[in-house]
């Protein structure tokens, strides 16, 4: 330590810096972590959390309508803008709040600043011109939305503004077809907005069994959303609270916002990575080895800065597994493969493992069970959803090579379902699994062929 000011020196606190400074400065390491602006990151101040929190409110008006048919009369029932943002506000200061905790209990100290790297062991803090020694360089920076070049760029939305806007609007164009811009599109509806979705590709959720995609659109359009393929946003021209998206066909659409939810970028720039040689792939991510370290020895990355997988629980166990290995003598690694993933759209997508189309593109030799049904709450509520279930299941060995599902609470159902998957489950497992009845859960361990 006599050369280094600390053994560690973070730059960024989100969900993965946190995690790794934490669990770095349990196991003794005297650790700095930099934030130059909230402590907690994309998914706590400007993602998941305060996201899942307008999922959550956007599902009410869908569920009053619902409610008729069981019986109850809700009158009066409005929504108001101000006091569901004030109140995820809270929720969000409140959460920043145990995040520092976590950190000044672990013994790290935080330095609200940006900060640059200038050599493999040497970081300046930008608000103060100081430069810190560190034996080792934890990048987790993260990323940012993606706005394309476009004229009227600036008069256009992403996901960040979107926490923030002073009222609901009446009608929102959205940009793009991934998770966010679903997700979005769902939620906006869900409140009352009129949402049309705008998409370059020929289908939305791309990298999802195409099944599930089609059925996604179709539940979603079934709600009101109107999707556009085979289109883009050209240009966006504003007059106040007004908007006009013109689409690549020559139509244009009259909104009071335009999103643009069209990919993200890792936060790499201009924080001195390429100066210290520091590979970077051609979308900026920090190119790392199986351990999170980069072509520099004493520089690791973490979490959506390095694109492998741009999920925040991701993001926490690469963080703990490089503090572990680095700082505790306990080394190892995490394994990518079969990770869950939801989409929280309207109805929820739980998967894990690979696609129907992943699996033949591999070559494997695969049986594809399938359920489409009406939910037993749509049979007195009248509503028209369906929900999916599918397996892909690789023939030779009988394993559960991917478990897809679309319908309420599927993101909890695929939590349960991962586990099996990481064991290697078989599809006779599941087939020997005694039903939960009635849920649409039991569908899971009833499929059969011609079933």
């Known amino acids: 330590m006599a050369e ?21 400065g349990e196991h003794g390491a005297k650790v700095m972590i930099a934030e130059e602006y909230r402590v907690g990151g994309t998914c706590v101040i400007r993602g998941c959390i305060p996201k899942k929190l307008l999922v959550y409110a956007s599902r009410f008006r869908h569920e009053f309508e619902d409610a008729a048919g069981f019986g109850w009369t809700i009158e009066n029932a409005r929504f108001d803008w101000p006091t569901l943002i004030a109140n995820k506000d809270k929720e969000i200061a409140r959460l920043e709040a145990a995040y520092r905790r976590t950190l000044t209990m672990a013994g790290a100290e935080i330095v609200e600043s940006r900060a640059i790297v200038e050599d493999p062991h040497t970081v300046r803090i930008m608000k103060t011109g100081a430069r810190i020694r560190a034996a080792h360089l934890l990048v987790a920076t993260g990323g940012h939305p993606l706005k394309p070049v476009i004229p009227g760029r600036d008069h256009a939305i992403t996901s960040n503004e979107a926490f923030h806007l002073p009222e609901l609007p009446k009608r929102i164009v959205i940009q793009g077809g991934g998770y966010v811009a679903v997700e979005f599109a769902c939620v906006f509806e869900g409140l009352g907005s009129e949402v049309t979705l705008v998409h370059r590709g020929d289908e939305i959720l791309r990298g999802f069994d195409d099944e599930v995609r089609q059925h996604v659109r179709a539940e979603m359009e079934g709600r009101g959303i109107r999707v556009l393929l085979n289109h883009t946003v050209v240009e966006i021209d504003r007059n106040g609270r007004a908007c ?25 720039a201009n924080i001195g990575l390429e100066a210290v040689g520091v590979a970077c792939d051609a979308h900026g991510a920090v190119v790392v080895d199986a351990s999170s370290r980069s072509s520099v020895p004493s520089i690791y990355a973490i979490g959506d800065v390095t694109n492998r997988l741009a999920l925040t629980p991701v993001a926490i166990r690469e963080g703990h597994a490089f503090a572990d290995s680095v700082f505790g ?6 394994d990518h493969d079969n990770v869950p993933t939801a989409v929280f759209s309207e109805p929820e997508i ?13 070559g494997l030799s695969i049986d594809v069970f399938r359920r489409n049904f009406r939910p037993l709450k749509a049979t007195l509520s009248g509503r028209k959803t369906h929900v999916l279930m599918k397996l892909v299941v690789d023939k030779t060995s009988d394993r559960v090579l991917g478990v897809h599902i679309v319908g309420e609470a599927a ?12 064991m290697g489950v078989r599809k006779t497992d599941f087939d020997a699994t005694v039903a939960l009845h009635p849920t649409s859960a039991e569908e899971l361990v009833t499929m059969r062929h011609g079933s």
Do not use: C, H
């Open 4 to 24: 280094y000011d600390v053994d560690l020196f973070v730059i960024g606190a989100g969900s993965g810096g946190v995690r790794a400074a934490r669990v770095a």
């Open 350 to 362: 739980g998967v894990v493992g690979i696609t129907e189309a992943k699996a033949r593109e591999r």
């Open 244 to 268: 006009r998206a013109l689409l690549s066909d020559g139509a244009s659409i009259d909104a009071e916002e335009i999103m643009r939810a069209t990919g993200r970028r890792p936060n790499t």
């Open 329 to 334: 003598d306990r080394p190892w690694t995490l």
């Open 411 to 422: 993101s909890e159902m695929i939590q349960l379902a991962a586990i099996a998957v990481k």
